[in-house]
């Protein structure tokens, strides 16, 4: 698939089989490529608000990315009305939120 450029593909497909460090790995190289569909953040937001709290390492991981590109979208990881973010460990979200962006710690 991504000798075909079928990028969108490969991100539903390593979701479907729980592969998210890969698809997350994609969607950030794809990011920056300026022909890509996936090119920008957007992408990156939507997936790591379905994780849920049990791939919490992961969007600590792949967040600060956002984060730091565009402040206001990478919030919306941790504040947006939706069931798996809502569900996210508020204490946790603050500490990693405090550590790394501290400007951004209400």
């Known amino acids: 698939m991504k000798k075909a ?22 969607l ?10 996936l090119k920008g953040h957007e992408r990156t937001v939507q997936y790591l608000q379905r994780l849920g709290v049990e791939n919490l390492g ?11 590109i565009c402040p206001e979208d990478g919030l919306k990881i941790f504040t947006e009305d ?6 996210l460990p508020r204490e946790r979200v603050l500490g990693f939120l405090r550590e790394g962006f501290r400007e951004l710690a209400v």
């Open 58 to 68: 992961m969007i600590f991981e792949f967040s600060p990315w956002v984060l730091k």
């Open 5 to 26: 450029h079928k990028y969108s593909e490969l991100i539903i497909l390593y979701e479907k089989k729980g592969l998210h460090q890969k698809a997350l790995q994609v």
């Open 82 to 87: 939706l069931t798996e973010v809502e569900t």
């Open 28 to 37: 950030l190289d794809q990011s920056t490529k300026a022909n890509s569909p």
